[in-house]
């Protein structure tokens, strides 16, 4: 196994910090290179690199969830069908399973933040965000600039052969300040996992939504879109950061006030564009605003299912076309904008051919 000091002395002529050649900081190189390597394929298959940042952004967002529900799944079986003996922010050993899954996203935000100040600059305070809290449930505050050493790094227990990290240790190697002794990196996986399954459950309906646009499915699934970030931001969210708050009341440490403080920023700024879409349908009433007239009363007149279920929430006085006397079907509706454009377009020009006779 390369040494990393070693190569930095011989080809750099400088030694950094002996962790550096820790897994610590391997295994973030080792994703954070992968993700370049995916945003590269994808940049030369898309041909565009606004197309290819979302086809990456979907693919993480689909990794995510799917390693999350996994653990989650496995760990509620195992603990007998529940969560109530878990502790959000309870110590976790490096290498495991959850450490990887919030590794590879903290590496993907990583990746990911030069193109969200590039195109996407609402994002940038996001992936700060997460980038941050995930390096704290990861146990960097530990390393400069912090230097918080609010973790027993050395005095916790030796992790057992067939852990995950004993396979991984030629490619991550052995941090060089353990002895027999291995070190705490994750102040609560369970928290940083559920956090991320949380988050991406609303994301992953935004990718679908975003997927069948222009499409016949684009309205059911901007509806699933706008219920599952609801529910997931109003709800799940605000639950999860009632039980961090009341574990950082109770321990008072610096890592629990600092967890806090994070995850109510992620929360807010989820919050925030929640309300960008929210805002629209509110004040107008409409699922798409920016749809022909009748246009949710059409589709939903084609798809006689869907519109049972969508009148579980909604009045049929307001969703039935054959209620509705002053009908028009959204082709009309266009042809008569169009025509109504050009007839003022013209009037337009007459008016200006007119002064510039007079003149």
């Excluded at 992936?127 to 960097?140: D, N, R, S, W």
């Excluded at 399954?197 to 935004?206: K, S």
């Excluded at 266009?334 to 009037?347: D, Q, T, V």
């Amino acid at each position: 196994m390369v040494s990393i000091v070693e190569w930095c002395e011989s080809n750099w002529g400088f030694s950094p910090p002996s962790y550096v050649d820790s897994w610590h900081f391997r295994l973030p190189l080792f994703w954070i290179t992968m993700w370049t390597i995916g945003e590269v394929v994808a940049a030369k298959i898309y041909k565009d690199v606004r197309q290819s940042c979302k086809k990456i952004s979907l693919l993480h967002c689909i990794v995510a969830f799917a390693l999350s529900s996994v653990w989650l799944a496995y760990h509620f079986v195992k603990s007998g069908f529940s969560f109530k003996d878990y502790v959000l922010t309870s110590y976790e050993f490096p290498g495991t399973f959850e450490h990887h899954i919030l590794n590879i996203s903290m590496s993907y935000f990583v990746v990911d933040l030069p193109f969200a100040i590039a195109f996407h600059r609402t994002f940038i305070v996001h992936h700060l965000l997460c980038i941050a809290a995930f390096m704290a449930i990861q146990g960097y505050l530990r390393y400069w600039p912090f230097e918080m050493d609010f973790m027993a790094w050395e005095t916790s227990p030796s992790v057992a052969p067939s852990h995950l990290k004993q396979y991984m240790l030629d490619w991550f190697g052995q941090d060089p300040l353990e002895s027999d002794k291995q070190m705490q990196l994750l102040m609560g996986g369970f928290n940083g996992v559920f956090n991320l399954w949380m988050a991406e459950l609303g994301g992953l309906f935004f990718h679908i939504n975003r997927a069948f646009q222009g499409t016949e499915w684009e309205m059911p699934s901007r509806g699933l879109f706008v219920l599952m970030f609801t529910f997931s931001r109003c709800y799940l969210w605000p639950m999860y950061i009632r039980y961090l708050y009341e574990e950082a009341a109770r321990t008072r440490t610096a890592f629990h006030f600092i967890g806090g403080g994070l995850e109510t920023g992620l929360f807010l700024t989820n919050l925030h564009f929640l309300w960008k879409n929210l805002k629209p349908i509110l004040k107008t009433g409409r699922l798409m605003p920016k749809k022909p007239r009748y246009y949710h009363r059409e589709w939903l007149e084609k798809h006689p299912s869907m519109f049972r279920a969508a009148s579980f929430f909604v009045p049929k006085d307001k969703i039935d076309l054959k209620r509705r006397a002053s009908y028009q079907s959204s082709k009309d509706l266009s042809m008569e904008e169009e025509l109504f454009s050009a007839g003022s377009k013209g009037s337009v020009r007459s008016r200006s051919n007119g002064t510039k006779k007079s003149n």
